[in-house]
C-alpha cells in the first residue's frame, strides 16, 4: 500500500515538472555541489527577483518529464546533484545569473546543460546564451533598425514638401505683388 502511495507521489511530480517544462520558455540545468547556504539563498533571491524558478530537482523525475515534453539529450547530464532553473518568459535571465555565479565560484557548481523554446542546448551554448543582452534591449535594437529607414523616408518626405511650401509661398508672393 505504501509503495503505491509513493509511486502516485512520483508520477505526480513528474506531471508538474512536465507543466513547468512545457509552460517554460527557457530552462538552465546546473550541478549545485558546493554551494554554501547563505550564497544559495543569495542566488535563489535574485534567481526569483527575475522571474526564475529554481529547485533542486530528482535526475530520475526530471529525466522522465524531460521525455515527456520531447527535451531529448537532457538525460545525459542528469548525474549528481541537480537543481532546474526555469522562466516563463524570459528566454536569458536564467543562464546569466547562474553563468555568473559559477564563474564567480571555487566550488563544484556548474552548468550543465539547458534548453531555449524546447531544444536542449549543451553548456557551452547556455553560456553564450548568458552573453546576449536582455530581451528588451534585443526588442529595442530590432525596432530601431526597422524605424531607421522609415525615419529617413519621413525626413525626405518632409523636405519635399518644404519645398513645395517654398515655391508655393513664392508664387502667392509674386502674384500678390
Do not use: W
Not at 50 to 59: I, S, T
Not at 118 to 128: L, R, T, Y
Not at 140 to 151: D, M, Y
Amino acid at each position: 500500500m505504501a509503495s503505491e502511495q509513493i509511486l502516485k507521489q512520483k508520477q505526480e511530480l513528474v506531471e508538474t515538472l512536465v507543466e513547468k517544462l512545457q509552460k517554460a520558455v527557457a530552462g538552465v540545468v546546473v550541478d549545485y555541489k558546493g554551494i554554501t547556504v547563505a550564497d544559495d539563498t543569495k542566488l535563489r533571491k535574485e534567481l526569483r527577483e527575475a522571474g526564475v524558478e529554481y529547485f533542486v530537482v530528482k535526475n530520475t523525475m526530471l529525466g522522465r518529464a524531460a521525455e515527456k515534453v520531447g527535451l531529448a539529450g537532457l538525460e545525459s547530464v542528469l548525474e549528481g546533484p541537480t537543481a532546474l532553473a526555469i522562466s516563463d518568459s524570459d528566454h536569458v535571465a536564467a543562464a546569466k545569473i547562474l553563468a555568473k555565479y559559477a564563474d564567480g565560484t571555487k566550488t563544484g557548481f556548474a552548468l550543465k546543460a539547458g534548453f531555449v523554446e524546447g531544444v536542449v542546448i549543451d553548456q557551452a551554448a547556455v553560456k553564450e546564451l548568458a552573453q546576449m543582452p536582455p530581451k528588451d534591449v534585443l526588442v529595442a535594437k530590432a525596432l530601431g533598425g526597422l524605424n531607421a529607414p522609415i525615419a529617413g523616408f519621413v525626413g525626405v518626405l518632409n523636405a519635399n514638401l518644404r519645398g513645395l511650401v517654398c515655391a508655393l509661398n513664392a508664387i502667392a508672393e509674386k502674384q500678390g505683388a
